[in-house]
């Protein structure tokens, strides 16, 4: 743990928004592996940027090449890579941006931390369940990683020999197998207005 650090206070939230004329929030996208969070989260954030809503996506793998290039897939470095994207996600969202976070995050404690850091923040946080069957996950699998995970040559696969905990009050829940990217995306623009989160 730090010690000798002091938090440096400058503009509060509230006074942010008003000159930014823009709220941040953090989207939680969370699923199997080619579930479609990277797809839908992609698609999201282009709609927002084209009305002139400030957003950014933090991705599963595009995070490992850098801030957490140094973690595993192990359920300790699994723990580890959530929590630091809640806390980037915390910044973005008070800086008022829609931060879109695209992970796998298997377990629902996980996720519960990161709800409670933004709750705790007065920023809101929404739980994106992407859900797919597994046996169509398996069949899109389109960087071939549950075919490597069925011939052992990847530990520690969510959905194959790691759990996956799927989220129990969402306040999105969509089913990728089912609805079209622009439906998904469409029903999330729909929650983010009903909620006052963007205008």
């Not at 008003?18 to 199997?32: D, I, M, P």
């Not at 579930?35 to 282009?46: D, I, P, W």
């Not at 008022?96 to 695209?102: G, H, K």
Request: charged content about 30%; some cysteine; aromatic content about 8%.
């Amino acid at each position: 743990m730090a010690t000798n650090i002091t938090w440096h206070h400058n503009l509060t939230h509230d006074e942010r928004k008003e000159l930014v004329k823009q709220n941040g929030a953090t989207l939680w996208f969370t699923g199997l592996s080619a579930s479609g969070k990277s797809t839908v989260a992609c698609a999201l954030e282009q709609k927002l940027l084209q009305e002139g809503i400030q957003s950014y996506r933090l991705d599963g793998d595009n995070v490992r090449f850098g801030l957490n290039k140094d973690l595993g897939f192990s359920e300790k470095d699994r723990n580890e890579n959530i929590r630091r994207i809640s806390e980037v996600s915390k910044l973005f969202a008070d800086s008022c941006v829609i931060s879109l976070t695209s992970f796998i995050s298997p377990y629902r404690a996980d996720r519960d931390a990161a709800r409670k850091l933004h709750e705790e923040a007065n920023l809101p946080f929404v739980e994106v369940f992407v859900d797919v069957p597994l046996a169509v996950a398996e069949q899109r699998d389109p960087k071939g990683l549950y075919k490597k995970a069925r011939e052992g040559l990847i530990k520690n696969f969510t959905g194959i020999d790691d759990p996956y905990e799927a989220p129990e009050h969402p306040e999105i829940h969509l089913n990728t197998h089912e609805q079209s990217v622009e439906e998904c995306v469409s029903t999330i623009v729909a929650y983010l207005k009903q909620k006052q989160i963007v205008a």
